[in-house]
């Protein structure tokens, strides 16, 4: 990077490593087959790996501490030594065995070779798991109580900076700073403001920073994404009591505040008025904040700007970002600018280079985290006036030409199809009630119904294969009879042990969102796209570049073959249009609204078909409604506005007599009950294990009439709760639903589980179910 150049910060990067070896490292620990040791050993290759790509890059402000085991807020949670007591920790440093025990849950009597905490003879079930902020992406929920004390008890990010420096790199340490990490905590008593714990937390930041400043450090990055959000004013207040003890505790540190995943808004006045020598703002989500930071900011105040997108895959229009950041530069001068994506690249994958075999055109037009790190060097050469960047430039122009004028990305028989929308397609014939009677006369289930999400383990079996017929090894008949015997297999297995409602265990399918957008139009699948999802659940999410559209039935003949095998309701399963959409890395030329509703009308032409042909109960997931929901409230109704008329668009078309199904992934109701009444499907399904029935509260206070089938069994843990257990926890989803309303499942879809974990969970859970049927 030239010396004229502007600095060029990232915030942080995929942890993943190019060819997932984090989870190969991960998941070798936990099964036992390699050591702490070496597991330690390849996330220090990783970290390397990170820093050495970006400084060839050009990368001038490289972050350390942004790479983690399993989550960063976990990691926060650690070192401040907000570890409950469950899991048996009670000073010196953590083991992983308790670390992962927090992640993932621990069995008694070491199930998992290496899962499970020494001190813990009963298991320790996870802690609960939501999403960060409106990504994909979950974190680890901090637990904290009235009275809780913090000391530092992790040195990761004194460890990990140190480590980069002897590798000759001066790295910007990265914490998740102690307002947002307080904020995204939870407390069993509910009157409880965790906030109220920051004078006994920030002793241990300060702890930090000294020994960071000590060390060298000149800077470092201290994430408050909560500043895009709606906040009080006692949050406010602990923002500026924060930074202004860190500030005057530890003078010798320069601090960069990152906010990120939207505009700081009427939070503006509290950041800048912060003892910081930093801002980092998003100008990908809020644009126009820059305006008003330009006006307020002091005069020695750095700003980082997000002028690249940290969360989608589309190459930047450099001409166009150097048009309108030149008179910025202008404003601020040179040594008051870092250019910087818009939030961590964690978000997106890692190479482009690594994809073969995408349409030529399509990959053109992207960006994974090293070519965006390539477009901010030559925008901050070119910013600078720097001419060896013109052939780069030049390129930028002629792909945002060539996109924008692409006859890919338009499908003559959609716009007729979106224009023919109206309320006979936002609403079932008759309502819930009238339904509900029509449906118990039809089906005839026990109290109680029992059933599953959908998916069932991808065993290492079904992986080969689907590798081997990927590869030419297996032809589509020898790979139809395998999925079918599994399927055949899967479907005996249920019946035998006396589920109600069954499903087919959808081993034909990769993803829930890449099997459908490899039928639809308008979409593109990488080789190598992986984003991280949670500890080592990785996706890759498709790339939604064009029109939407539905070329022939995608589900039709697994769910006909499925339910000739059986005598009892077989659920056809799909994927939604919001959920496709949100895990979906979706153009940026036209309104995400748009999009969602031609994904609606062809998975509503599946879902015709799937009734023509005979299907009884019908699962359209949402499981990513709430995920996209925005950051601001006074933008949530236009999002759920064409979020609801997107499911009624793909759901309304069916008889009172076929029930529609849908289920929701982790999240907080409350905010969104009234649109997931007016979505109206029959049974709604959610995640509530480990929230021990909290969640069901929302559906509590709103008389929600609907039927609902709360978790019962955590998916995420390799744990296997027993009867009792969950028991106990249909007890207290009783004490919040009457029992004509309730379903028996667990809490999600069991393709990540082992079999050796799911058999004998499910056995549980139908045991509980029945248990229930003969006390009741």
Request: glycine content about 6%.
């Amino acid at each position: 990077m030239s010396l004229l150049s502007l600095p060029v910060a990232t915030l942080g990067t995929p942890r993943i490593g190019p060819r997932r070896e984090l989870k190969l490292a991960l998941e070798g620990y936990w099964a036992g087959k390699i050591s702490s040791r070496q597991l330690l050993e390849a996330a220090a290759g990783l970290r390397v790996a990170n820093w050495a790509r970006q400084h060839s890059l050009g990368v001038t402000v490289i972050p350390s501490n942004d790479f983690s085991l399993y989550d960063q807020v976990l990691d926060t949670s650690v070192m401040v030594g907000a570890i409950p007591e469950a899991y048996g920790w009670e000073a010196g440093p953590v083991p992983l065995k308790t670390y992962f025990a927090m992640a993932r849950g621990s069995q008694g009597g070491e199930h998992e070779a290496n899962s499970s905490h020494p001190n813990d003879a009963g298991g320790s079930a996870a802690q609960e798991m939501t999403k960060w902020f409106d990504t994909n992406y979950h974190y680890m929920v901090p637990e904290f109580y009235k009275g809780q004390t913090f000391r530092l008890s992790s040195r990761k990010p004194i460890e990990e900076y140190e480590e980069a420096k002897a590798l000759g790199y001066q790295t910007r340490p990265v914490l998740v700073g102690p307002v947002t990490f307080l904020k995204l905590g939870k407390s069993a008593d509910l009157a409880f403001d965790p906030i109220s714990l920051l004078d006994s937390l920030l002793p241990v930041y300060v702890e930090v920073l000294k020994e960071l400043a000590k060390r060298g450090a000149e800077w470092v990055q201290l994430d408050e994404p909560c500043l895009v959000l709606d906040l009080d004013e006692t949050t406010r207040n602990a923002l500026q009591r924060a930074y202004g003890c860190l500030a005057k505790e530890v003078p010798d540190i320069k601090i960069m505040l990152a906010t990120y995943f939207g505009a700081i808004g009427d939070n503006l006045a509290t950041a800048l008025e912060l003892p910081v020598a930093g801002l980092h703002v998003d100008l990908i989500r809020a644009p126009q904040q820059l305006s008003q930071i330009e006006c307020g900011a002091r005069a020695d105040l750095v700003v980082s700007l997000g002028v690249i997108d940290g969360r989608n895959v589309w190459r930047s229009d450099l001409s166009a970002l150097i048009e309108r950041f030149k008179p910025v530069i202008a404003t601020f001068g040179r040594d008051r600018v870092q250019l910087a994506p818009s939030c961590s690249l964690l978000h997106v994958p890692i190479d482009l280079e690594l994809e073969t075999d995408l349409d030529p055109d399509v990959k053109s037009w992207l960006a994974f985290s090293v070519q965006k790190i390539g477009e901010l060097t030559v925008l901050a050469k070119a910013l600078a006036g720097e001419a060896s960047v013109a052939a780069a430039l030049a390129a930028s122009d002629l792909v945002a030409t060539a996109r924008e004028t692409s006859p890919k990305i338009h499908d003559a028989i959609v716009a007729p199809r979106m224009a023919a929308i109206d309320d006979t397609m936002r609403r079932r014939t008759s309502a819930f009630a009238n339904r509900a009677e029509v449906q118990r006369k039809r089906f005839g289930l026990p109290a109680f119904p029992t059933t599953t999400i959908g998916s069932f383990p991808q065993t290492a079996d079904v992986r080969n294969a689907r590798a081997a017929h990927a590869k030419g090894k297996l032809t589509d008949a020898q790979y139809e009879q395998f999925l079918k015997a599994e399927t055949a297999r899967t479907v005996q297995w249920q019946e035998d042990i006396g589920l109600d409602v069954l499903v087919h265990g959808e081993f034909e399918r990769n993803d829930m969102v890449q099997y459908f957008g490899e039928q639809l139009s308008g979409f593109v699948f990488t080789q190598h796209g992986w984003v991280q999802s949670y500890g080592s659940r990785y996706v890759r999410p498709p790339v939604l570049f064009g029109d939407v559209s539905r070329p022939k039935p995608m589900t039709v003949e697994w769910w006909r073959y499925a339910q000739s095998l059986t005598k009892k309701p077989m659920k056809a399963m799909l994927t939604g249009p919001v959920t496709i959409l949100n895990w979906s890395f979706v153009r940026d030329d036209v309104p995400r609204s748009e999009t969602c509703r031609q994904i609606a009308l062809a998975i509503r032409d599946e879902v015709g078909d799937l009734e023509k042909a005979g299907a009884t109960m019908i699962q359209i997931d949402e499981a990513a409604l709430r995920e996209g929901l925005p950051l601001r409230r006074s933008d949530w109704k236009a999002y759920l506005d064409w979020a609801v008329e997107s499911f009624h668009i793909c759901s309304c078309g069916v008889a009172d007599a076929t029930q529609i199904h849908t289920h929701m992934c982790y999240s907080e109701f409350n905010a969104i009950i009234d649109a997931i009444a007016a979505m109206d499907a029959d049974v709604i399904s959610i995640e509530t294990s480990r929230s021990k029935m909290e969640l069901l509260d929302a559906f509590t206070a709103f008389k929600y009439p609907n039927d609902i089938g709360p978790g019962v069994y955590d998916i995420h843990s390799p744990r296997v709760p027993e009867a009792t257990e969950i028991g106990d926890l249909i007890a207290l989803a009783r004490q919040r639903l009457s029992d004509s309303q309730l379903w028996i499942n667990p809490d999600c879809g069991l393709k990540t589980r082992k079999w050796e974990e799911v058999r004998p969970a499910l056995v549980n859970m139908v045991a509980a179910a029945r248990e229930l049927r003969k006390a009741s």
